[in-house]
C-alpha cells in the first residue's frame, strides 16, 4: 500500500474501556489510544456506567491514538467508525444531558420484568430470547422502578447513538446498533410499536436510523480542533461489538463462524435470510440488510478470571496465571468426573434462563485447583458446542472454519479446549483489538481503496490470521459423553435453582464488601 493511501479512525467503546485505532488499508493498526471507563455496581447483579464517560474515554482515546502519528499520516485520516457494548442505553436530554445511569447489557436487574413480558411472540418478532441482555427489559425495570425517568427523556438511545452525537452535534444511529436494544421488528429491520410500548419508550425518542457504513456526515470542527486535524473527516454508521468482530475476522460468509472469547463468549454466522430458531439470537448484520445469527454466553472469559481472582495467585489480581494453567494441563479431559455447569451470570444459549444458576459437580477428594480451572473452560465449550450443533441443525449451515478473537485467544488450554469440544479447527485472528478492526473495516470501504465500496471486499483485504488449533480426534467422544452429563444437569437441578432465586429474592445478601461501590 502506499503512503498516500487512507487511514480511518475506529473506535470500539466497550464495558471496561474505550480504544481507538488508526489502521491503514491492508487492517494494520498504526496506532492504538486507550481509556478506562469505571463500572458502578450499586447493588449486587447491577451494572451501569457514566454516560459522559462513554465520550471522554472515547474523545481521549482518539486523541491519544492520533498523537502517535506523523503531521503526514494525520493527513491521510479520511473517515471514522465506532462499535459500541450492545444493549446498553441511557435516557437523555436533546442537549445530551443524562437523566441517570447507563444500564449495561450484563446488568441482570430486570429478572422479573423478563418473567412478565418475555414470549416466544416476542422473541421471534425481536429476534431476542427473553434474557438478561435485551435493553427491553431494563427499560421495562426503569418504567415500572424509576417513574417518569424515560417520559421525560428526550432521547433513550446507546452507546453508539450518543457518541455520534457528541461527534456530529445530530442524533443518528445505525440499523447494526439499534438492533440490540430488542425494539425492533428485527425482520423488518425497524422499530415496533408493540415492543416500544413494553419498554415504555417511544419512536420520537429514537435516534434516525442508516444502514452500517452509509455516511452519516463531517465530524464538528470543534471536535477535529481536540485531536489536531484540520481536514475533513467522515463519520460511517457502525454496529454492535459482536458484529464488528465478525466483520474484522472476515467471516462474511455463511460457514465461517467468528468466536469472541472476551468477558462473554460470542459466536455468530452471517445470514443473508432471516432466519430465528431456539438456540440462538438474530441480530441486524454488520452489512446491510443481512442479518447475524449469534449465540451467547454471558459469563465468558468472566467466569476463569472470576476464579483466578478468587482463588489464583493474589499478585496476579485475575491476570492469566501460567502456573494454573499448567496444573489444569496435566488433568484429563473430565478430571476424572467433575463438571461444571457455567452459569455465574445466567445462561443464554441454549436454554434462555435469567435466574439460572453455577453448579460444579463431582467433588472428589483427589480435585484441586487444577481440576476446577480446567472445568470451569471445558464447560464454557461444551455449552458453545452443544449450541453450535443446534444452530446448524436449525439452518441447514455446516461450519468449516472457527476464527478466534478476544482475550482467551491467549490461552493455549483454552483454545485447545474449544477446539477439542466443538470438533472445529480454531484459527487466531492477529488483530487484539478486533472489534475496533471491525469499525475501521466499514469506515475504510467508505472510501472505495480496494476498488469497491463493498463491506465484504474490505474485510477481505483487512483480516489478518495467526496460527490454528487443531481438535484432537482422541477426546471427541470424551467431551460428547461429558456434554451429554452437563446437559442433564441443568434439566436436573432447574427446579433447586429456581427455588434458590425465590430464597435469594427474600433474604438478599446484605454484604456487598465484594461489590466495588
Known amino acids: 500500500m502506499s503512503t498516500s493511501d487512507p487511514l480511518v479512525i475506529a473506535v470500539d467503546s466497550s464495558t ?16 492504538l489510544g486507550k481509556r478506562e471507563i469505571q463500572l458502578k455496581q450499586p447493588k449486587s447483579g447491577y451494572g451501569e456506567h457514566d454516560p459522559e464517560a462513554w465520550w471522554n474515554s472515547t474523545n481521549e482515546a482518539v486523541a491519544a491514538a492520533i498523537s502517535h502519528l506523523s503531521d503526514a499520516d494525520k493527513e491521510r485520516i479520511v473517515a471514522m467508525g465506532v462499535t459500541h457494548q450492545r444493549e446498553t442505553f441511557a435516557p437523555f436530554k436533546e442537549d445530551g444531558t443524562p437523566l441517570r445511569n447507563g444500564i449495561l447489557w450484563l446488568d441482570i436487574r430486570a429478572a422479573d420484568q423478563i418473567k412478565k413480558y418475555g414470549s416466544q411472540e416476542i422473541w421471534e418478532l425481536s429476534g431476542k430470547p427473553a434474557d438478561v441482555t435485551p435493553a427491553i427489559y431494563k427499560m421495562a425495570w426503569v418504567k415500572e422502578n424509576e417513574p417518569g425517568v424515560l417520559e421525560g427523556a428526550d432521547r433513550v ?12 452535534g445530530e442524533w443518528k444511529d445505525s440499523v447494526a446498533c439499534a438492533d440490540s436494544l430488542g425494539l425492533f421488528d428485527i425482520a423488518a429491520q425497524k422499530y415496533d410499536q408493540k415492543l416500544l410500548d413494553i419498554a415504555g419508550v417511544r419512536e420520537d425518542q429514537m435516534a434516525e436510523l442508516s444502514k452500517p457504513g452509509e455516511v452519516l456526515g463531517n465530524i464538528q470542527e470543534s471536535v477535529l480542533d481536540q485531536w489536531g486535524l484540520t481536514q475533513d473527516v467522515v463519520l460511517v454508521a457502525g454496529l454492535g461489538d459482536g458484529q464488528a468482530a465478525g466483520i474484522g475476522a472476515a ?3 455463511p460457514e465461517v463462524l467468528y468466536m469472541n472469547l472476551g468477558t462473554a463468549v460470542v459466536a455468530g454466522v452471517l445470514s443473508n435470510d432471516y432466519a430465528f430458531g431456539p438456540v440462538y439470537r438474530t441480530l441486524a448484520g454488520g452489512i446491510p440488510d443481512t442479518f447475524v445469527l449469534e449465540l451467547l454466553q454471558s459469563s465468558g472469559a468472566f467466569l476463569p478470571t472470576w476464579y483466578r481472582t478468587a482463588f489464583g495467585n493474589p499478585e496476579l489480581g485475575g491476570r492469566p496465571d501460567p502456573e494454573l494453567e499448567r496444573i489444569a494441563t496435566e488433568r484429563t479431559p ?18 434462555w434462563d435469567p435466574i439460572a444458576r453455577g453448579a460444579v459437580v463431582g467433588w472428589r477428594g483427589s480435585h484441586g485447583r487444577g481440576s476446577m480451572y480446567r472445568s470451569i473452560l471445558e464447560a464454557i465449550g461444551l455449552e458453545m458446542a452443544r449450541s453450535l450443533r443446534g444452530m446448524e441443525e436449525g439452518t441447514g449451515t455446516k461450519v468449516t472454519t472457527v476464527r478466534a478473537m478476544g482475550g482467551g485467544v491467549r490461552s493455549p ?3 485447545q479446549i474449544m477446539a477439542d469440544t466443538t470438533g472445529l479447527p480454531i484459527t487466531a485472528c492477529v488483530e487484539d483489538e478486533i472489534s475496533a478492526l471491525g469499525a475501521g473495516v466499514l469506515a475504510m470501504a467508505s472510501t472505495g481503496v480496494h476498488g469497491d465500496t463493498s ?25 460428547a459423553e461429558l456434554g451429554e452429563i452437563q446437559g442433564k444437569l441443568y434439566n436436573a437441578l432447574k427446579e ?16 456487598v464488601a465484594d461489590v466495588e461501590e
Not at 339 to 350: F, G, K, M
Open 496 to 511: 433447586s435453582t429456581h427455588e434458590l432465586h425465590a430464597f435469594a429474592t427474600k433474604y438478599p445478601d446484605a454484604e
Open 251 to 253: 467471516a462474511v460468509d
Open 413 to 415: 488450554l483454552w483454545r
Open 157 to 168: 438511545v446507546n452507546v453508539h447513538a450518543y457518541l455520534v452525537y457528541k461527534l456530529l
Open 16 to 31: 471496561t474501556s474505550s480504544k481507538a485505532i488508526i489502521v491503514d488499508p491492508e487492517g494494520k493498526v498504526l496506532a
Open 334 to 351: 473430565g478430571s476424572g468426573g467433575l463438571v461444571t455447569l457455567p452459569y455465574w451470570n445466567a445462561v443464554q444459549s441454549p436454554y
Open 455 to 479: 463491506i465484504a471486499t474490505a474485510a477481505k483485504a483487512m483480516a489478518r490470521f495467526g496460527d490454528v488449533t487443531e481438535p484432537d480426534d482422541s477426546k471427541k467422544d470424551i467431551y
